[in-house]
C-alpha cells in the first residue's frame, strides 16, 4: 500500500522542520540554570534573580559583535535552596538534551553540592547567590566561580578599616556555624599579615553570654562579630548588660541585617532589653556589605547603567505580580545584579573561548562532557573575565572569587550612614570622613597602658646633693686644716697622713651620693650602666679609704697595748698604716674589676601592678616601673662584697672594743677613731638590710642611704676633727694641750719634766748605794767593838747573825737581826732590833749600844 500524496507532504514537512530545527539548534549555546524560588526555608533568591538572567539574555542575544552568530539559551529548574532537590535538577539538565556548556546556579548549600559533582562532567559552574566560605576551596571545587562575594570578602576591608583607625589588638566573637568559621579562618591569616593580634576569639552556639563575659575579661576594645540576626540581638543585648559598648569599644556586625535588625521580634525572641538598650548598646556599631549594585552612574558592558537597570527589572517584576511600588520586593532583589552579570560573565567567556577555537579548527557546538581541553578553554576565559557590569566592576579571584567593592555604614543617631567603600582589588579606600564617635576622638584598641619610670624626687635630691656638697666642701677645709697644723704636736700625734687618706675617702663618699640620686629622668637608658658602675667603684672605695684609715689606726693601737713595754716606747713607722689600707684597697680593686669584667652591672627594669591615673578621661592605666642597677649573678657578687666589707666590719668593731680605754702617745686621737668606728659599723649594719627591703621605693631607699652616708661622714669627721680644731683654736701656740684633748699622752713641758727626773733619780740610786757601803763598814766596824767588849751589856751581836739597817740619823742607829742558815746561806728576821746611840761628845763614828726589842 503505497503512501498518499498528504502523507508525503506531511513526511517531507517533517523533515524540513526537522532540518530547519536542527540547523537552528546548532546556533544557540545551551546553558543551565538552578533557582532557588518556591522553598520554605534558606534563601529563596531566584525569585529575583531569575528574572534578572532572562534580562541578561535578552541584552546579550541583542549584542551583534557577542558570540557571532550564535544565541544563548537558559534551560533552568526550581532547586528550593535544597541540596537534594538541586542536585536532581542539576541531573535532569545533564542527561536531558541539549548539552550544556556551563551550569549557574544559587543558594550555598545547592551550590556546594552542584559544584562539588559538576568536575565529573568537566562543567563550569558559575554561582550568583553563594557566600560561603567553603566554596573557596579550589582542590574541593576546581570550576567553580562565582559573582556573588565570599563572605571572606569583608576581611580585608576589616583589616583597611582597622589599619586606618590604628586598630591593631581585636578580638572576635562567631556563631558555630561552618560560613562563620571558614570567615574567622581567612580573618585570622590577613590579620596575621597585617600585624594585628586577635587577643581572643570566642564562639557560641545560641547563648553569647560566656562568651561576650570572657571577651570584657579580656579587655577587648575593637570586637569583629560573626553570627545571624537573631544570635545578633541576643549578642547585642549581653553587650549592654556587660557595658561593651559607648566610647570604649567598636563593634563589627555583618552589614546584610535589616536596618531596624536591633528593634524588631524582641518580645518574640525572648531579648531581655528593651528597644531603647538595644539602640544604646548599637549606636557606634560598623558594617560592612558587599555592594551588589553599581554605585556610579556610568554606563555598563550592557550599555545600561545601575538605575537603567533597576527601572528594567522593578517593571519586570510588577508583571510578575511583585508590590514594588510599596517597596515590597521579592526575595534576592539585592542579588538581581549578581545574576544578571553572571549571564554577561558566561557571554563573554564564550566568546573568548569561541575564538580560541575557531584558531584550532573547533568550536562550542561540539563541546562534549568529556571534552577536558575545551571545558579548561572555558575555565581560563572565564577567570580572566572582566567587565564593568550593573553590580559593579566584575572580576575574579584565583579562587573564583568575586571581587567587588564593599560598603562602609555605622549606626549614628540609631540609623545607619555610609561611611565609604573599599576596592579590594585596586585596594582603593573612597571614604566620606562621616563617622562619629562618643568621646570626639577614635576608640583605642586597648587599654592604653602608659609606662612611667618611678624616679626619685628632685627636691629629696636636692636636699641630698645639698648636704653632700656642705659635707665635701667641710672635708676639703679639713684637709687644707690638717696641712696647714701638721708641725703642731695635737695633729702630730694622730698620723695627718691617715687624716688626710679619711677625708679623701669622706669627700668620694659623699660624692657618690649624687650619683646615687641620677636616674632615668637625668640620664638615657644607655648611659644608667655606666652610673651604675661608677656608683660602686665610688662607694667601695670612698668606704675603704674612710674606714680603711681608722681601721689601720685602730689595729696599731691595739698592736702596741699587746707588745712588751720596750716596744711600745719606739715610735710609730707611718708605712705600717699605709700598707694597710693599700691592702684593703687591692683587695677592692680585685674583687670590683672581676665584677665588672665576667658581670658587668645592667640597667634593669622593675615592672609594678598597673594603676589608674590620677585623673584623666582617657582609657588609660599606669603601668609604674623602677629602675636597678643588677647584673646576672648579682647576688652572688653583693655576697662577696658585704661578706668581705663586714669582716674589715665586725673585726674593726672588735679593736674598737678591746682598745676603748687604752690611751698612747703615739696616736692621740684613738679613742675618737673607736667612737666613729661604732658609728660606722651600726649604720653599716643597718644600712646594707633595710635597703635592700625597701629597694622598690625609690625615695626611701635613696633617703637612707643617702642620710645613712652622709651621717658617717659627717659624725667621723666631727669626731676626729673638731677636738683638733678647738685646740688649736684655742691655743694657737702649742701651750697645754691635753687639756682640752684627754687623749693627748705628754706635753713637751712634761716630757721635759719627765727627762729631769729620770737623771735625779738616777743620781738618788747612786747616793743611796754610797750610804748603804758606808753602813755595811759601819756595821763591820761595830762588830769588831763588840767582839772586843766580850759582848757585854747584851749589846753584842752572835756571829751567826747578821744585822740590816733600819733606821739612821745623826744621834741614832737601829738594827735589825738576821739569822743566816750556814747551809743555804738565806737571811731571815731574827726578831730582835738593836738600838745604838752616840753621845755628844763622842766622835762621829763611835755609837753605844742602848738598848734592844725583841
Not at 234 to 246: A, D, F, I, P, S
Not at 497 to 511: A, E, H, Q
Not at 765 to 784: D, F, N, P, V
Request: hydrophobic share 40%.
Amino acid at each position: 500500500m503505497g503512501w498518499s500524496w498528504q502523507d508525503w507532504l506531511v513526511a517531507t514537512l517533517a523533515l524540513f522542520a526537522a532540518t530547519v530545527l536542527a540547523a537552528v539548534d546548532d546556533d544557540v549555546l545551551h546553558i543551565g540554570g538552578i533557582f532557588p524560588i518556591a522553598g520554605q526555608g534558606g534563601w529563596q533568591g531566584g525569585q529575583a534573580c531569575e528574572p534578572a538572567a532572562n534580562l541578561a539574555l535578552e541584552d546579550v542575544n541583542k549584542q551583534k559583535d557577542l558570540l557571532p552568530g550564535f544565541t544563548l539559551k537558559l534551560h533552568w529548574n526550581d532547586s528550593e535552596c535544597d541540596p537534594g532537590l538541586g542536585a536532581s535538577v542539576m541531573y535532569n539538565l545533564l542527561y536531558n538534551k541539549p548539552q550544556k556548556l556551563m551550569l549557574l546556579a544559587g543558594c550555598s548549600t545547592t551550590c556546594t553540592t552542584v559544584a562539588e559533582a559538576a568536575k565529573m562532567w568537566n562543567l563550569v559552574v558559575l554561582c550568583y547567590g553563594a557566600s560561603s566560605p567553603a566554596l573557596s576551596d579550589r582542590n574541593r571545587f576546581p570550576t567553580l566561580f562565582r559573582t556573588h562575594p565570599s563572605a571572606t570578602v569583608h576581611n580585608p576591608t576589616r583589616i583597611k578599616l582597622m589599619e586606618k583607625f590604628g586598630w591593631s589588638r581585636v578580638a572576635i566573637l562567631q556563631q558555630a556555624e561552618e560560613v562563620f568559621i571558614s570567615t574567622v579562618e581567612d580573618l585570622e591569616a590577613r590579620c596575621k599579615e597585617s600585624g594585628i593580634e586577635i587577643v581572643t576569639r570566642q564562639s557560641f552556639l545560641s547563648d553569647p553570654t560566656d562568651a561576650v563575659r570572657n571577651l570584657r575579661r579580656q579587655d577587648a576594645r575593637i570586637i569583629v562579630g560573626l553570627f545571624y540576626v537573631v544570635a545578633a540581638r541576643r549578642v547585642l543585648c549581653e553587650m549592654y548588660k556587660q557595658q561593651l559598648y559607648g566610647k570604649s569599644y567598636v563593634w563589627f556586625f555583618i552589614g546584610w541585617y535589616e536596618d531596624n535588625w536591633f528593634e524588631v521580634t524582641l518580645e518574640k525572641e525572648h531579648i531581655e532589653c528593651t528597644k531603647e538598650q538595644m539602640r544604646l548598646a548599637a549606636e557606634g556599631h560598623i558594617t560592612t556589605e558587599a555592594l551588589m549594585w553599581n554605585q556610579n552612574n556610568q554606563r555598563t558592558v550592557s550599555g545600561m547603567t545601575s538605575e537603567d537597570f533597576r527601572v528594567r527589572l522593578n517593571d519586570v517584576l510588577r508583571k510578575g505580580g511583585y508590590d514594588i511600588d510599596n517597596l515590597r520586593y521579592p526575595e534576592g532583589y539585592q542579588e538581581a545584579p549578581l545574576a544578571y552579570d553572571a549571564v554577561w560573565s558566561v557571554a563573554l567567556a564564550f566568546n573568548k573561548t569561541m575564538s580560541r577555537l575557531n584558531r584550532h579548527g573547533k568550536s562550542l557546538k561540539n563541546f562534549t562532557y568529556t571534552d577536558k581541553e575545551t571545558a579548561d578553554d572555558i575555565y581560563s576565559a572565564i577567570n580572566s573575565t572582566q567587565f564593568l557590569g550593573v553590580s559593579g566592576y566584575v572580576a575574579f579571584s584565583s579562587q573564583g572569587d568575586r571581587i567587588a567593592l564593599t560598603q562602609i555604614e555605622q549606626v549614628i543617631n540609631g540609623t545607619y550612614v555610609k561611611l565609604g567603600y573599599y576596592d579590594t582589588q585596586s585596594d582603593n579606600l573612597t571614604w566620606f570622613n562621616r563617622e562619629k564617635w562618643k568621646g570626639g576622638k577614635v576608640p583605642q584598641d586597648r587599654t592604653i597602658v602608659r609606662k612611667v619610670l618611678r624616679t626619685i624626687s628632685v627636691p629629696l635630691f636636692i636636699c641630698m646633693w645639698a648636704i653632700s656638697s656642705i659635707g665635701i666642701v667641710a672635708a676639703i677645709c679639713l684637709i687644707i686644716f690638717n696641712i696647714c697644723y701638721r708641725h703642731r704636736r695635737v695633729i702630730q700625734s694622730s698620723h695627718p697622713v691617715c687624716n688626710t687618706i679619711m677625708l679623701v675617702g669622706v669627700i668620694i663618699c659623699l660624692s657618690s651620693v649624687f650619683l646615687l640620686g641620677l636616674d632615668g629622668q637625668f640620664v638615657s637608658p644607655q648611659v644608667y650602666p655606666l652610673v651604675c658602675q661608677t656608683r660602686v667603684w665610688l662607694l667601695s672605695i670612698g668606704f675603704t679609704l674612710a674606714y680603711g684609715a681608722m681601721f689601720s689606726k685602730v689595729w696599731r693601737v691595739h698592736r702596741l697595748t699587746t707588745k712588751a713595754k720596750a716596744d711600745t716606747l719606739k715610735k710609730i713607722e707611718p708605712w705600717k698604716l699605709y700598707t694597710m689600707v693599700t691592702g684593703l684597697l687591692v683587695v677592692d680593686f680585685v674583687l670590683l674589676a672581676a665584677w665588672q669584667v665576667y658581670d658587668p652591672l645592667q640597667r634593669r627594669i622593675e615592672v609594678f601592678p598597673l594603676e589608674d591615673p590620677i585623673s584623666t578621661d582617657d582609657d588609660i592605666k599606669i603601668r609604674p616601673e623602677l629602675e636597678h642597677c643588677e647584673s646576672d649573678n648579682n647576688n652572688v657578687w653583693l655576697g662577696l662584697v658585704y661578706g668581705y666589707k663586714g669582716l674589715v666590719l665586725v673585726f674593726g668593731l672588735f679593736l674598737a672594743y678591746e682598745t676603748r680605754s687604752i690611751k698612747v702617745k703615739q696616736i692621740n686621737d684613738s679613742r675618737y677613731v673607736g667612737m666613729s668606728i661604732y658609728n660606722v659599723v651600726v649604720l653599716c649594719l643597718i644600712t646594707a638590710p633595710v635597703t635592700m627591703v625597701i629597694a622598690s621605693q625609690q625615695d626611701a631607699s635613696f633617703a637612707f642611704v643617702a642620710l645613712a652616708l652622709i651621717f658617717c661622714c659627717f659624725l667621723s669627721m666631727a669626731l676626729i676633727f673638731v677636738p683638733k680644731v678647738i685646740e688649736i683654736i684655742r691655743h694657737p701656740r702649742d701651750k697645754a694641750e691635753s687639756k682640752y684633748n684627754p687623749d693627748v699622752g705628754v706635753s713637751k713641758e712634761d716630757e721635759d719634766r719627765y727627762q729631769k727626773l729620770l737623771i735625779e733619780n738616777d743620781e738618788l740610786q747612786k747616793l743611796i748605794s754610797q750610804k748603804e757601803e758606808k753602813i755595811r763598814l759601819l756595821k763591820q766596824r761595830l762588830a769588831e767593838k763588840d767582839s772586843t767588849k766580850g759582848g757585854g751589856g747584851g749589846g753584842s751581836l752572835p756571829t751567826d747573825q747578821t744585822a740590816g739597817l733600819l733606821m739612821v740619823n745623826k744621834d741614832t742607829l737601829i738594827v735589825a737581826d738576821f739569822i743566816t742558815d750556814a747551809g743555804t746561806s738565806d737571811s731571815a728576821f731574827g726578831g730582835g732590833v738593836s738600838v745604838y746611840t752616840r753621845s755628844s761628845r763622842a766622835s762621829a763614828s763611835d755609837f753605844e749600844f742602848s738598848e734592844s726589842y725583841l
